[in-house]
Every structure is written in structure tokens, then in C-alpha cells.
């Protein structure tokens, strides 16, 4: 396998704007995100972005980045357009789509997705972590995947994702983390299909890869890297990497 990782980035976020340039500790948020995934040392890290901005951002620090069509409807669609650009003899088999807004990622998180999908026949490969705070269990913010375990409890394969409490009964909950890995093939499929009714109804696009049949592995990490979506989670994080 040859895995690339492209991180899709834009300015538009409609709750902190401009964030892919926030500063952190004298450091653009995407330049550090950038930084994490080249501590992982899978493949080439590529930033598919939707302003010049944020190229430039990339530039400056010693990375690559294509620029993409501002207005793609997911980052799904920027990461296929970057790889289509940067890498149209397809050298690369497999693509991690690593989101832009986690500066204070563990670099294992991009091994861990990347192996899981090595290790199975799987289209999709995504990350899931225990859920240790009992308020989290009903917050519609943390997207929990139910998931069928193998013996040992360290990868299965996912059978659904919603922003409910799930699966009912005694027994530990996850919390889904946004990252991925794709096979080629799989991501230029999906990329392809229309959004689907349970899609829409979660608002969350990795239904459609199971309501399309597409099979999706989940592989069990201990960390819940910090998402940067408000104001306030960017104080959170330019807190965390000041110590």
C-alpha cells in the first residue's frame, strides 16, 4: 500500500472564520495540523485548499498544497480533487482525509487509520475512543459509532454512526473520530453517490458509504484529539500547546 494524506482546508467555517490561519502559539492552525501528519511518516502530506491563503500558509512553512474549487460541497470532494491534481497517474492506493481544525494530534492517529485499513478488506478505515465522560452519552455533538468488535476489542466493523445514544443496554460507548482512510477506488466511488436519506437525517456523511454498501473498519484508539469548531475550542487548544 502507498498512502497519501490530504488535509482539506477552507476559510468560509461558518463558526470560526478564517480558521485554517487562526494563530497558535505564532503558528497557523493548518501549518500545525500539517506538522503532525509529517510526524506520521506514511506518505506524502498534501493540503487541498480552497484559498490561496491557505497555500501560501503551507507554502511559507515548507509543505505542498493544491489549490481546489471554493465551493465543493464536502471535504470528501476537495481531497479526491487535490489527489486527482497532484497525483493523476495514481501512485497512490490509499488516502487518509485528515481534517485541518486538529493541531494537537498524536501522529499514531494517522498510522493507527492507515493500518486498519492494511489489515482487512475494508473500503473505509475511521477511528472510534471509549467515551469516559458520561455527559457526552446523549450530546448531539459526539457522533457515536456502533460497531460490531472483534475478539479483543481493538477493531470492528461499523454498522451504523448517529448523534444518539447508541447502541442501548449496559456496555462502553464511542466516540467516532473524523478520520479516514479510503482505498482509491472506494473514495472516487463515493465521492459519486448523492447524498443519502440517513445522511441527511444524521448530518453525517460516512452513511452514506453504509447505506451504499460500502463497508467502513473502526479501529479502537485511547485519545479524542481536540476539535477546533468555536472560539472556545481555540483557546482550549492554544492553551494545550503552550505547555
Known sequence: MSPIVIIPARMASTRLPGKPLADISGVPMIVRVWQQAMKAAIGPVLVAAAECEIADAIARAGGHAVLTEPNLPSGSDRIFEALQKFDADGKHDVVVNLQ????????????????????????????????????????????????????????GRALYFTRARAPHGDGALYHHIGIYAYRREALARFVKLPPSPLEKREKLEQLRALEA??????ARVEEVPLSVDTPDDLAKARVLISK
Open 100 to 155: 485541518g481544525d486538529l493541531p494537537a494530534l498524536d501522529p499514531s492517529a494517522v498510522k493507527a487509520v492507515s493500518e486498519a485499513l492494511a489489515g482487512t478488506g475494508a473500503d473505509i478505515a475511521t477511528l472510534a475512543a471509549e467515551i469516559d465522560d458520561a455527559k457526552d452519552f446523549d450530546n448531539p455533538n459526539v457522533v457515536k459509532p456502533v460497531v460490531a468488535w472483534e475478539p479483543g476489542g481493538k477493531r
Open 213 to 218: 454498501g460500502m463497508s467502513i473498519v473502526v
